[in-house]
């Protein structure tokens, strides 16, 4: 159990589309998926976190008009990122922690395995 | 500020050695630590969680010890095999009441060659 997938895997876009990555839990609902950016040799960095049904919380320095979040169910989060650019290239990772019911340790967070978005 | 540093930054072992990786933390309080192993272009994969009250937690050959006093983790890694070759990554939980909004050390890239 505690499986989360991300769609797509990688994608190439031209500068100015949109590109929206999704995360699912498959086996599990999660009232929280948090979104992370890593860049190369680095670790992950906290990009929002979102809960079922409200507003994400951005973190400082991520702007919020650019990354789209969409949280619209307990198994579903998107991140939409508008007018990308080539600096938005980058591994986006997406993980889920369980609900306090669901069976898991709810303490836990379950990550997805990333999608390579590359901004041409 | 809450701080979670590692060390070493990079390692290169032997096929079948052993090795320990060190992770200092100053968060405080905190709610559990955790070891994550990243392959290079995928997600972490959970390799053990332990909370203040414990101090060692075995995945196979993966062993994680929590010295809750002195702030100190490790993971040791026993007959180490090429798979073992990816980021070893230590991870914080604040005790924050709420959703966990986890503090990430940097990692250390091990290589395993034969």
């Known amino acids: 159990g505690a499986v989360v997938s991300q769609h797509p895997s990688w994608v190439i876009c031209k500068s100015g589309t949109s590109v929206k990555i999704e995360c699912r839990s498959l086996?599990?609902?999660?009232?929280?998926m948090f979104w992370y950016r890593q860049f190369p040799k680095q670790s992950l960095m906290l990009m929002a976190t979102?809960?079922?049904?409200?507003?994400?919380?951005?973190e400082q320095g991520v702007e919020k008009d650019k990354f789209l979040i969409n949280h619209a169910s307990l198994t579903l989060s998107t991140l939409t990122v508008t007018s990308a650019h080539p600096e938005d290239s980058s591994f986006y990772i997406c993980?889920?922690?369980?609900?306090?019911?669901?069976?898991?340790?709810?303490?836990?967070?379950?990550f997805g395995p990333g999608t390579r978005l590359t901004v041409l | 500020k809450n701080q979670v540093e590692q060390s070493p930054q990079s390692l290169i072992i032997l096929e079948g050695k052993n090795c320990t990786l060190q992770?200092?933390?100053?968060?405080?309080?905190?709610?559990?630590l955790r070891w994550y192993k990243q392959d290079t272009g995928r997600g972490p994969v959970s390799l053990t969680i332990?909370?203040?009250?414990?101090n060692t937690k075995s995945n196979g050959r993966y062993t994680a010890t929590l010295d809750a006093d002195t702030k100190q983790s490790s993971l040791h890694i026993t007959a180490s095999q090429l798979s073992d070759s990816a980021s070893y990554i230590c991870?914080?939980?604040?005790?924050?009441?709420?959703?966990?909004?986890?503090?990430f050390g940097a990692g250390t890239r091990l290589a395993v060659h034969p």
């Open positions: 993980s889920a922690q369980p609900r306090l019911s669901g069976g898991l340790r709810h303490n836990e967070q379950f």
């Open positions: 086996d599990f609902q999660a009232t929280t």
């Open positions: 979102s809960n079922e049904g409200s507003k994400a919380t951005y």
């Open positions: 992770c200092n933390y100053t968060v405080s309080p905190f709610s559990n």
């Open positions: 332990m909370t203040f009250s414990e």
């Open positions: 991870v914080v939980s604040p005790f924050s009441g709420g959703y966990n909004k986890l503090i």
